[in-house]
């Protein structure tokens, strides 16, 4: 064991990857030792799963080097790679729900054989988790195991093959506090075996707890590698999420009215039932817009559903104006004027194979004037629509386009369009700016500051800081399906925000 | 230099219509390499079907009659694949929908109500026994997520024994060996049009055919059926209630197979009689297919249709081919059409290596 | 009534036909079974059922060998399957819409070929073909009543209570089995194993195809000797019901299987018997039940996850 000359395990130099003019990753570098845990810190779009991807073979950098156990390696997959000793556990799991651990691990393997020998293979694999100090059933289907127990079959995955490196993409963004300690309790046996541990995160006391060493990403670039004894929670947040912003859209102040939109002591399940928002608590403003920050994963998609009327409200209450919600539908829902602008434009906000002018009347297409009788009134929709596309300034060949086709951009604008033509009370935007460019972007905000003039309110949730700060009124942090915390625009600083969305209070 | 094999976004109506006619174009070779390995003149065979169908009035006349059942039973798919719910029970409905007109015929046999009364109400009843025949695969897929595919099937063979069943026994002809009720009223019977021998259905069957047009492209409903179809997500989020649209869809489908067979034993037969489908149901799938799922593809594939089965019959005269050909003609469109739709999806890319 | 058809020895003979029904019923539904358990919805049974009794009963009658015909049954339902393959696995063309175009053309290609290869066919002069006998497996064939049931069938039989074990045996204790079944609940573990999803897949439907031939196969060659149209009388959807019905279980859709063929063997006895029902009811018993059985078994929860759904690598 060559300890004297200590070459780092992994060496990532100069690492580029672009897609089309987005440059995820710029020139990042950055080592790993041997036996050790290293924590890949960044915020959403900062570069991390790109460059977790190309160190586990997903994707090939675009120019750079990766040095593994002293040689340059290029993997042609994630196979390759976990054969040559780098392996990854994804934060959505890849596991069969209906066969047990065993069956997940070993599926595929070449050591296994043509016909199986299950009850070896389980032999070997309970030696695994006794090395680790972790027991449970493995002949339990992988659907009746909690979230930490899937976890860690993708990590016996690994290490079942052997790995001298694994990758860990934020691996305790669905685990109870409980289960993050057991988590980390594997991680340092991981170590003392030799195996070098890189934990994706954006969760401060996660880093200061376990790591030795912690990599900044910002923007696709490396920002710093410094000792964690070095650092401070404080320290690391401002590299984490920078300077302050400067402030580039105009925003009056409006005179705020009485609460639009009031949730109360929300729980909302996610689809394997677990509690995906969890007594979460917020009160909208007519004339302010209310800016929810968060990681993805802590609840937000859960609470649009609900807000919206596609998910059921285990607990709790939603008013609208006052007016309970509930259990309404979601066309009640938005009758009642509640608009919304989904994540997933293309898959939850339109209908691809529908023309703009279709897609302009989802939702709405039972209402007066454009439908009457059960008779759509096509000219009244098409003036509307040619209406929408110039009010909105819709990039589009006409109202008989197909939408699939239109760009980003526009196809927010479309949702936009559809969504504020019709009385507003409150909206609902999730991520209302993503993938749009600078103009795309800026037209979105001056939509929503017009909003504002009438008194509606709107409640922003996105992960992007800088959005926040130009719009936002308020701050709320939501973390693991709670509101964590509260500033107003003149009280927040990047800092601030930065260390709730990381989970310090 | 590399090329690689990616997925278009979007066909586009030009490459979409090139494929159509690749299809067809793939599928009169292949027919005629048939008929020329049969050791018969592909020119006489394509004349003497052209003959049969369109040569005369007569056989224009013979064509229309033809495709007025499967003109609509292809409509009444039209109404469930547009929403993705795979209704093939369109042979059933169609049976419940002749049974329920007969049933009233039979049940109520001195009406005396004039023809103008008497027959739309009968078409009613048929449509009613067809929805209803529709209905409860649709009920039970909205309801209960049933798969919705077998279940009409099966439905399918079930009425079918029963109307065997009842033809075999109190709705037989008293004194008849055959499986056939009496011969209906007259006041029943579908008017003729211009003296000829094309019923009334025909123009029920097109009229019914702008119907379906209004509906699915005019009509709120026929929007939710759409939505329903092409983003059930999308459309949830939006206040459809999918699983209502699930239900209206195979009634409505259900209703329109069952006036298929009203029309066809009110226009033809004048009585039940067992086979007096010779499979439309399916052949309505299958011109549902071919019509691209739109009203007017319909009535253009229903006619060819009917006229390769009208020129199948003259071209039997003129050769060995049997009639049977027809049939694996227009599947293999079919087949041709789904091929080249997707094979026109995908494109070749060049891609720079990468140093 | 009952008591003389208890008596009668004719218990016997139905159970003995039940068999005969349902392994002509389980084989196609153990092709259908890889099928979707690899994650593809085949809804083309009924048409590679019936292009397989065709071809089994053209080899046979061209050969004058039965297992030939059994063997020309299998390469139909494997050509079959393959153009299934092609549009729905290779293609990803919507599997629903391909599955019931294949049925469509399958069905309309050997009614084609019959017809021109024996034309002038009326009921007088049948093609007909000198079918499979009962094969008595010495010894165990003697004992009384048993022996009758199960161990004096065609061969075609005990080769389905054979390919039932087999099938059982690869999905649960093979390593190709294991990745199949993978690849139908998250094929996306598949692909980062590194192995070739629509490979796997297009092999599943290969098999699948045979499968349905050789049950058409068994339909034609054995106790019939002949072929009409609509021979197969809407089995190959009662297969895939019968998947639906056992779980998607190898042992749960012997059963299924059995109980399908007892039904239909039930059926022809009871005409037989005068019993005063109409026979119609006893013909529709069949597609009845397996309606039940559907609504029955709609939570059932063996359903492959991803079945029908097309794996496209993110």
Redesign the interface.
Known sequence: MNSEVDSPLLSVENLCKSFGKFVANDHVSFDIEKGQIQCLLGENGAGKSTLAKCIYGASKPDSGRIIFKGQEVTFSSPRDAIRQGIGMVHQHFVLSEPMNAVENIIVGEESTGAILNLEKETIKIQNLCDQYGVTFDLSLPVSQLSVGQQQWIEILKALYVGVDLLLLDEPTAVLTPQEVDRLFAVISKMTAEGISVLLITHKLHEVMEISKKVTVLRRGKTIATVETKNSSKASLAKLLVGKNFDFKVNKVKVKLSTPVLEIENLSVLRDNQTLAVNQLSLTVHGGEILGLAGVSGNGQSELFDALVGVRQAENGEIRLSGEVINNCSPAEISNKGMASVPQDRLKQGLVGNFSVKENLILGVHNNKPYCSGGVLNWKTIMDYSQDAISNFDIRTMGPEQKVEQLSGGNLQKVILARELSHSVKALIASSPTRGLDINASYYVYSRFLELLKIKAGILLISEDLEELFNIADRIAVIYNGSILGEYSIEDASTEKIGLLMAGVK | MAYTIEKR??IGILLSSLSILVALTVSILAASGMIAL?GEDVGIVLKAIFKGSFGSMSALIDTLIKATPILLTGLATIVAFRAKV?N?GQEGQLYAGAMGATFVILTFPDLNLPAVIHIPFLLFASMISGAIWGGIPGY?KAR????E???T???N??IQ??C??LL??PWQEPGSYYYNTVKFPESTFLPLLFDTRLHLGFLIALLTAFLIYFLIW????G??I??RG??P?????????TQRVTLITMLLSGAIAGLAGGVEILGIHHKLIWGFSSGFG?TG??IC?LGRSHPLGVVIASIFFGALHNGSSAMQIYS??????V??I???I??MM??WE??FKYRLRRIEN?S | MLVDFLQSGLIISVLATAVRMGTILLLAALGELIVERAGVLNLSVEGMMLSGAFGGFLGAYYTNSLWLGVLSAIIAGLLVSALFGLLAVILQIDQTVSGLTVNIFAAGLTFYLYRTLFPNVGAANIPALKPFSKFQIPYLSDIPIIGKILFSQYALSYIAFFMMLLVAFYLYRTKSGLILRTLGENPRAVDMKGINVTRYRFFAVLFGGMMAGLAGAFITLASVGIFVADITSGRGWLAIAIVIFGDWKPVKILWASLFFGFIDAMQMQLQALGVQLPFQLFLAMPYILTTVAVFLARKRSGAPLALGVHYVRE
């Not at chain 2, 005019?218 to 409903?221: P, R, V």
Request: glycine share 4%; no cysteine; charged share 15%.
């Open positions: 976004k979007d049969y795979w093939i039970l209960y997520n049933v798969n595919i077998i279940v099937v099966m439905l063979y079930i024994y029963l065997t069943f075999n026994g005019k009509m709120k409903l929007f939710e759409r939505a092409d983003n997500i999308a459309a949830n989020y939006k206040g459809i209630n399916f799938i299958l297919l060995e081919i049997p009639r049977s050909f049939n694996l227009m599947g293999l079919i087949v789904l091929f997707a094979v990468v």
